[in-house]
C-alpha cells in the first residue's frame, strides 16, 4: 500500500510531482508571468492534483475533522480454504460454485486406492499384534503357575513377564497405526468444516493436484466486516469498540462497530521518522457490520465514519 501526503503551505509545494505542479509556486511576480505561469491557476491546478491523486491513488484516504474521520475501505468475508492432503487425482466433485452447503457436507473427493490398501494393512497388523498379546498373556500366566511351584527359576519368569510387556506395546503401537491411517483415507474426502457458500473451485475431476493445493474456497455464513486503514494521529482519540456509521453505494446506511485494530503500523519504516512523516502511519482495522443485507458482497468500496473522543492534536 503506498500512501503519498502532499503539503501545500504559504503557496509552497512540496511532494507533487506530476507535470501540472511542476512550475514551484514561491517564484516572483515577473518570473512567473514569464515562464507563462497564472498563479491562480497554478495553486488551482496544484490542489487538484492532489485531490485526484488522494482519491485515485491512496486506497487509506481519510478526512479529519474536529470530532470525527472519514475513512475509505472495503467489504470483506472471512474465507476458509480447503487444502489436498495429499498429491491425488480428483475423483469426484458433488456441488457447485454459489451453491450453499451445510456443515459437513463433501465439497471434493481424491483418489483413495492407496490409502483403503493402508488401512487394509494396518488391519492385519491390528490382528496379529492381538494375537501376540493373547500368546505372551498366556505364556505369562503359565510361567507364573509354574514358578510358584518351584518348577521353573525367577530368570524364565522375567523373560515371560518382558515378552507380555513387548507384546501389550506393540499392541497399543498397531492400533495408533490404524487410526493414523484411517485419519490419512478420511482426510481424502474434503468436507465444509461450517455452513457457507462454495465460493472457489480452482481443479476439475480427473486433474492430479499436487499436496497443498487450495481445492475449494467456502464463504461462512458469518457477517462480513469492513477493512479500514486507521490513520496515526486519530488513533488515540478513537474510544474502544467505536460505533461507526457504514456507507456502501446502492445501499442504505449500515452501521457497526470496531473489533480489532492491527498492533503494527503499515507504510512507513520504523526508524528516522520526522514529526510530519508520523502523520502517513497507518493502522489495519476491522469494523463489524450489524445486520448486513443479504445483497452486501465482498470486495464492495465502502465508507466508514467514526466519531472522535478527547481533544484535537495539534497540527
Not at 505364556?139 to 511351584?149: Q, S
Amino acid at each position: 500500500m503506498a500512501i503519498a501526503a502532499v503539503y501545500l503551505e504559504s503557496g509552497r509545494d512540496e511532494g507533487c510531482s506530476a507535470s501540472c505542479c511542476a512550475p514551484r509556486l514561491r517564484m516572483g511576480r515577473d518570473e512567473r508571468y514569464r515562464l507563462g505561469v497564472n498563479p491562480s491557476s497554478a495553486y488551482r491546478r496544484a490542489l487538484g492534483c492532489v485531490g485526484v491523486y488522494c482519491l485515485l491513488v491512496v486506497p487509506g484516504c481519510w478526512q479529519d475533522v474536529e470530532d470525527r474521520v472519514v475513512l475509505m475501505g472495503t467489504v470483506e468475508r472471512t474465507l476458509i480454504e480447503l487444502i489436498a492432503p495429499a498429491t491425488e487425482v480428483i475423483e469426484g466433485v458433488p456441488v457447485q460454485l454459489g451453491q450453499r452447503v451445510e456443515r459437513g457436507a463433501s465439497i471434493v473427493e481424491l483418489d483413495s486406492t492407496l490409502a483403503r490398501a493402508d488401512v487394509a494393512s494396518a488391519d492385519a497388523n491390528l490382528a496379529r499384534a492381538r494375537s501376540e498379546l493373547s500368546v505372551a498373556e498366556e505364556e505369562y500366566a503359565r510361567a507364573g503357575k509354574l514358578h510358584k511351584d518351584r518348577v521353573i527359576p525367577q530368570q524364565k519368569l522375567d523373560r515371560a513377564r518382558l515378552a507380555f510387556d513387548e507384546a501389550n506395546a506393540l499392541l497399543r503401537e498397531a492400533e495408533v497405526r490404524r487410526e493414523a491411517s484411517l485419519k490419512r483415507r478420511d482426510d481424502l474426502s474434503l468436507r465444509a468444516p461450517v455452513a457457507g457458500i462454495v465460493d472457489q473451485l480452482p481443479f476439475n475431476v480427473g486433474e492430479r493436484v499436487p499436496v497443498g493445493a487450495v481445492l475449494a474456497v467456502l464463504a461462512p455464513d458469518a457477517a462480513p466486516w469492513v477493512r479500514v486503514w486507521l490513520p496515526e494521529r486519530a488513533l488515540a482519540r478513537i474510544p474502544e469498540n467505536a460505533e461507526v456509521s457504514i456507507s456502501v453505494d446502492g445501499l442504505a446506511p449500515l452501521s457497526g462497530h470496531l473489533i480489532e485494530i492491527a498492533r503494527e503500523p503499515q507504510y512507513t519504516p520504523h526508524f528516522a521518522l520526522t514529526e510530519r512523516e508520523r502523520a502517513l502511519l497507518v493502522f489495519e482495522a476491522r469494523i463489524a457490520i450489524e445486520d448486513p443485507p443479504a445483497t452486501l458482497r465482498a470486495g464492495l468500496p465502502a465508507e466508514v465514519e467514526i466519531s472522535l473522543e478527547g481533544p484535537r492534536a495539534p497540527s
